[in-house]
């Protein structure tokens, strides 16, 4: 079993910054990549970026691109995802999950096996 808990949200001014982190425990094997996704309320969930546990190669959706950066401690456990000049539009609730597969720059949540239960971020204008 894997359990993830994310936490760092909060709210922000637009062009703000916030860090999240994601704490996970469980077996290794079945966290060999780490995704961060969000949701907005009425909304789809989408993904945000990926990082292999092993490798450290890092994934982006367009959206963010530039913005954020996924990067994780392996020895801690945890993941982070660091969120620089922030939009309304990010306004979400932030999920951190994982997968025993290696990340394929996929961003799509059937994928991924463990989820957190979510921090809040919200960005006002």
């Known amino acids: 079993q894997v359990q993830l808990v994310e936490s760092g949200g909060g709210s922000v001014q637009a062009g703000g910054s916030l860090r999240l982190s994601c704490a996970a425990s469980?077996?290794?094997?079945?966290?060999?990549?780490m995704a961060w996704f969000r949701q907005a309320p009425g909304k789809e969930r989408e993904g945000v970026a990926t990082?292999?546990?092993?490798?450290?190669?890092?994934y982006y959706a367009d959206s963010v691109q530039g913005r954020f950066t996924i990067s994780q401690d392996n020895a801690k456990n945890t993941v982070f995802l660091q969120m620089n000049s922030l939009k309304p539009e990010d306004t979400a609730t932030y999920y951190c999950?994982?997968?025993?597969?290696?990340?394929?720059?996929?961003?799509?949540?059937?994928?991924?096996?463990?989820w957190g239960q979510g921090t809040q971020v919200t960005v006002s204008s």
């Open positions: 990082i292999s546990r092993r490798k450290g190669t890092t």
């Open positions: 469980g077996n290794a094997a079945s966290r060999a990549c």
């Open positions: 999950a994982a997968d025993e597969r290696y990340c394929s720059g996929e961003l799509v949540t059937s994928r991924f096996d463990y």
